[in-house]
């Protein structure tokens, strides 16, 4: 199947809302309130989702030095991704190999210039291979080549940072993107700068941010009071590539597209683009910005909502750096956490209430059907191979 270019769901939102082409088929989907509050389902889901796959960490840009790393347990694991003298990105399991104490104590942002484990001081380099042994004569038939630290398979593409939690894995990052890559190059991506960070952790499952992230129809309801006014109602198409949703959400701006060239619509000013890649990272495309979001469950009920700015260039005088830090706030603290995370806690707490039995989906909220419709299959190859 050919790849088609992202400017066909411009084309379609302008031809919706010119009355030239229809909406989305009704439908009546239903998801068990099991598949966000049963253990069994989630540790199903962390094995066969996100210690299988790809998963976005960073972008590139944010760890720019020879020595910067993130430190983070995000997936329930003690990892480092660092940048090495070569320049090279890596990703460790963050636990010496001697007496398996965790190396880099403080999640986050840092710099450093070698892992020195606390406990009896073995050294590491920023490749990961065992440099220094205190004490070295005291022990018998050790080869420092064969203590390194464990390497978990990374690859920048795109500017972005993937990392796929398995030792001893390979990553097939060509069969996982399936040519989303492409949209990426279109939206430079790689050109892009790391501006700005917000981690958290909610208290909501994971797919719930997800169904927020890919419902076109609350746009104007639920963000009435911040972004809505932008958006008319309920125009939004979206598409797969390989198991990625592709979105597009009509900005006001959709008007003046109606008649317009291919070469004239703009894929920042005419509509909204989100992509959901696969498993659990949202990247949306602002007009002057880009946010990624990447969630990593920590329990069926808890999440950790990790939030990034890129811009296209950094910010060099204090009024840019005001302009994104108020923009910042703005989508981060006005948008995502006073509205999606918002009624994705609310979620959870009405599913523990025992209400429902399941949560019901529309034509309108199609893209999380078929966001849904993944997940089975993938479970389903687990426990029916």
């Known amino acids: 199947m050919s790849h088609i270019a992202p400017v066909t769901l411009v084309q379609k939102l302008a031809q919706r809302h010119a009355g030239k082409a229809p909406g989305p088929t009704p439908c009546s989907k239903r998801v068990p309130v099991s598949a966000y509050t049963d253990r069994e389902r989630f540790e199903q889901e962390r094995e066969a989702l996100f210690l299988s796959r790809p998963l976005i960490i960073a972008h590139e840009t944010q760890i720019p030095n020879p020595g910067d790393a993130i430190v983070y347990d995000w997936l329930g694991l003690p990892l480092i991704t660092v940048r090495d003298k070569a320049g090279d990105i890596g990703t460790f399991i963050n636990?010496?190999?001697?007496r398996g104490m965790r190396l880099v104590q403080e999640e986050g942002q840092t710099c450093l210039r070698s892992l020195v484990c606390p406990y009896h001081q073995w050294t590491y380099g920023l490749d990961g291979a065992l440099r220094n042994i205190p004490r070295d004569e005291s022990f018998v038939d050790?080869?420092?080549s064969d203590l390194g630290l464990v390497p978990l398979p990374t690859e920048v593409r795109n500017g972005l940072i993937w990392m796929q939690a398995e030792k001893d894995a390979s990553m097939d990052l060509d069969a996982h993107l399936a040519g989303l890559d492409r949209d990426l190059d279109q939206f430079d991506m790689a050109g892009f700068h790391f501006c700005q960070?917000?981690?958290r952790t909610i208290d909501c499952n994971w797919k719930?941010?997800?169904?927020a992230f890919l419902d076109g129809y609350h746009v104007v309801r639920l963000h009435k009071n911040t972004v809505g006014p932008f958006f008319p109602d309920a125009l939004?198409?979206?598409d797969l590539i390989g198991d990625h949703t592709r979105s597009a959400v009509a900005r006001n701006e959709i008007a003046e597209a109606v008649d317009l060239p291919e070469e004239q619509l703009d894929l920042r000013y005419h509509s909204s683009f989100s992509y959901t890649v696969f498993p659990n990272a949202v990247l949306i495309f602002h007009p002057e910005y880009t946010s990624i979001i990447s969630l990593f469950p920590l329990s069926p009920g808890q999440t950790v909502f990790a939030h990034t700015m890129l811009t296209p260039q950094l910010p060099e005088s204090e009024e840019q750096r005001d302009h994104f830090q108020r923009s910042f706030q703005l989508i981060d603290q006005g948008v995502f956490e006073a509205e999606d995370?918002?009624?994705s806690?609310?979620?959870?707490r009405g599913m523990l209430s025992g209400a429902n039995d399941s949560l019901l989906f529309g034509g309108l909220e199609e893209a999380a059907v078929r966001f849904h419709d993944i997940i089975e299959r993938e479970l389903a190859a687990i426990?029916?191979?």
């Open 345 to 348: 806690i609310g979620a959870q």
């Open 95 to 98: 636990v010496c190999r001697h």
């Open 197 to 199: 960070q917000h981690v």
């Open 383 to 385: 426990t029916h191979p």
């Open 142 to 144: 050790l080869d420092p």
């Open 341 to 343: 995370i918002f009624v």
């Open 236 to 238: 939004a198409e979206s």
């Open 208 to 211: 719930l941010v997800q169904d």
